[in-house]
């Protein structure tokens, strides 16, 4: 693959995610069903973010190798398929590293110190030590990830337009410096699907409250029968409300229009139940989760899958990051 005409005029797209864990719904479709489409209509370059990962977590390295295997699980269970996207890990691109390092010298220090992300995390992260400058230049690593392969748009979730932001601008410095290389990416957000935890806080992993790509069908029916609805309908008569209710916005996301009409119908005037609302729910979370368990099962029935699968992407991740850096130094001068 050369940057020829075929480079220039082809639709690019790149994202990543950091290793922490089992992804959930909330995952799914704020950012990964995004990716699952975006794999049909543009080259797509998708990695585990490892070495963002260590910005915060340099102390607790144990879990790291487990996280990565897991995410990549994840992600084929989840529908994106290694034939059609470049799936890889950030720190076996070694390329990654050197954009950062010189992408470094282009970024101001005020840059990074005033981004508010950085800001939130210094305050509200207790318990952590997050004074480290690998923390500082994490949008600096970010922007290296995206630049080298020069995409269009990055799919990301909300809380990353900060970083993006600054991508942008370490683009346009490093343009006006040297010659323009780097497109400035704009984010593609998904529109807002709205994916609470059981509880109707945000689904987190630390709050205990997700449902996992990763959970057993016998666990996703438990986890929604224990699920509270709206609390203030005690009785099966007392009508209820479905914008308080912490179920609904499940139905928003995997029943039909007709279904939801009914629902709605049902709850305020309590002729449904949240039994039988529940059953309808869980018969879509079935069909949901079906395709993702047997791809999972696939996966894993083959030892060996997800090494040969990431050998193959980093190759190809290489093999396109090599090329921007060789462009990259000879604008620099070296
Ligand atoms: N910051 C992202 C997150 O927390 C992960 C990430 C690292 C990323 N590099 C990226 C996302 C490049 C998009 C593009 O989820």
Redo the contacts with the bound molecule.
């Keep these: 693959m050369t940057h020829g005409r075929n480079m220039e005029t082809e639709l690019r797209t ?5 290793p922490t864990g089992a992804l959930h719904l909330g995952h799914y479709f704020g950012v990964l069903k995004n990716w699952v489409e975006l794999q049909e209509k543009e080259r797509a370059f998708f ?1 585990v ?1 490892d070495w ?1 990962a260590l910005t915060s977590e340099f102390e607790h390295t144990e879990p790291l190798r487990h996280n990565i295997k897991e995410m990549v699980v994840d992600w084929v269970a989840a529908g994106l398929d290694p034939e059609k996207c470049t799936l890889f890990r ?1 720190s076996l691109v070694k390329e990654h590293a050197e954009l950062s390092l010189l992408l470094s010298m282009v970024t101001p220090v005020s840059w990074l110190e005033r981004n508010p992300t950085y800001k939130e995390q210094q305050q509200q992260i207790v318990g952590k030590d997050l004074g480290n400058a690998g923390f500082l230049c ?1 949008p600096v ?2 922007a290296a ?2 630049l080298l392969y020069k995409p269009h748009g ?1 799919p ?2 909300e ?2 337009l900060p ?1 993006m932001e600054l991508t942008r601008e370490i683009a346009r410095r490093f343009n006006n410096l040297y010659g323009s290389i780097f497109p400035e990416p704009r984010a593609m957000l998904t529109k807002a699907a709205k994916c609470p935890g059981l509880d109707g806080r945000k689904m987190s992993k630390s709050y205990g409250n997700g449902i996992f790509l990763s959970d057993p069908m016998d666990d996703v029916r438990k986890k929604i029968r224990e699920m509270f609805t709206d609390t203030a309908r005690m009785r099966r008569s007392d009508p209820g409300n479905p914008d308080v209710c912490n179920l609904y916005p499940y139905h928003e996301l995997l029943s039909t229009e007709e279904e939801r009409a009914e629902i709605r119908q049902g709850c305020v005037t309590a002729t449904m139940g949240c039994v039988d609302c529940k059953k309808v729910l869980i018969g879509h979370l079935e069909e949901f989760l079906a395709p993702l368990h047997e791809r999972r099962g696939a996966l894993e029935a083959r030892p060996g899958a997800v090494d040969e699968i990431m050998d193959a992407g980093c190759r190809k991740a290489r093999a396109f990051a090599s090329q921007t850096m060789e462009e990259v130094r000879g604008k620099m001068g070296l």
Aim: proline share 0%; no cysteine; net charge negative.
């Design positions: 790149a994202s990543g995610m950091r990695f973010a963002h950030q994490y690593l970010m990830d995206i990055v990301v979730g809380d990353q970083h």
